[in-house]
């Protein structure tokens, strides 16, 4: 368990003490923010601070991200649907809880909570899983993968849908993409997302 409550100079332990075990980041929604964050962000960056874990690097060789959105100013300005567990709530409401104000009110904080902010060209290789019922927008998808086709940074994107009785088990199965062996039968998001590691992890 790691406390997310600091001392104001000792700095943010959390992403250091994960990277003492871990070398890939893979989370969904605000999960996979925060996993595009701990990609995109750099070991000098000034919320490790002073935390105690300096011997650890930063640096994850590979990132999936499900559902999540990397530009919270532009997310703002397009979000229709409701996010999370807060039924009622928009995104809106949500990100203006979250950064105090909206775009305008807190431009800097906007900047400073997106991962876009911190794209360059030795980041991870990318994965990104969406689906047309996602809260985030596809259209952020795209972008995202513009951004990182940009700084050159290797960016898988896999579409999904949901299958299957909600009452027995659902599973997400990748939409097959165009030239795919339809033979070989669907291919669960769990599978894309272990191979994609064993792609690229050292």
Known sequence: MVNREMEPDRGNPVNRFMHMNATRARASTSGGYLALMIGFIGESHQIYGDCGYSEYSSRVQAVVSQRSFYDLKGLYETATKSIGAAAGMSVQERLEGYLEGNPEEAPERYRDASPSSY????????????????????????????????????????????????????????????????????????????????????
Not at 134 to 143: I, L
Not at 176 to 183: F, I, K, L, N, Y
Request: hydrophobic fraction near 40%.
């Open 119 to 202: 794209v360059s060209d030795d980041d991870p290789p990318v994965l990104t899983f969406y689906s047309e019922a996602d809260t985030v927008p596809v259209e952020h998808v795209e972008m995202l993968d513009a951004l990182l086709q940009e700084f050159g940074v290797p960016h898988t994107v896999l579409a999904f849908n949901r299958v299957g009785d909600p009452m027995t088990g659902q599973k997400n199965v990748i939409v097959p993409q165009s030239g795919a062996d339809e033979e070989e039968g669907p291919v669960l998001l769990e599978e894309a997302m272990f191979a994609f590691f064993d792609e690229h992890l050292k």
